[in-house]
């Protein structure tokens, strides 16, 4: 017998989908300036505005480890934050 999972349900690194959402992740909340930084971006804005914010600021950058701050990245790790 299978069980079929959504790809949403599926989250074989650390609970996230892959490497790169963990990571990105990992360092949203690393810093504890920037942590109260975003957390007051979405207190003040929301998870959809406070995730372009975020995506334009770190726009091209990477994470110290190497993984790129993509958008779709800062909106997993925004909302794994709130949850």
Do not use: C
Not at 24 to 47: K, P, T
């Amino acid at each position: 017998m299978t069980t079929k999972t959504s790809n949403w349900d599926y989250r074989p690194y650390n609970g996230y989908p892959n490497w790169q959402v963990w990571n990105v992740s990992v360092w949203l909340s690393a810093d504890e300036h920037f942590y109260h930084y975003i957390m007051s971006l979405i207190e003040n804005h929301g998870l959809t505005i406070a995730t372009e914010i975020l995506s334009e600021e770190l726009r091209g950058q990477s994470t110290p480890d190497g993984a790129p701050y993509s958008k779709a990245a800062i909106k997993y790790g925004l909302h794994a934050l709130v949850d």
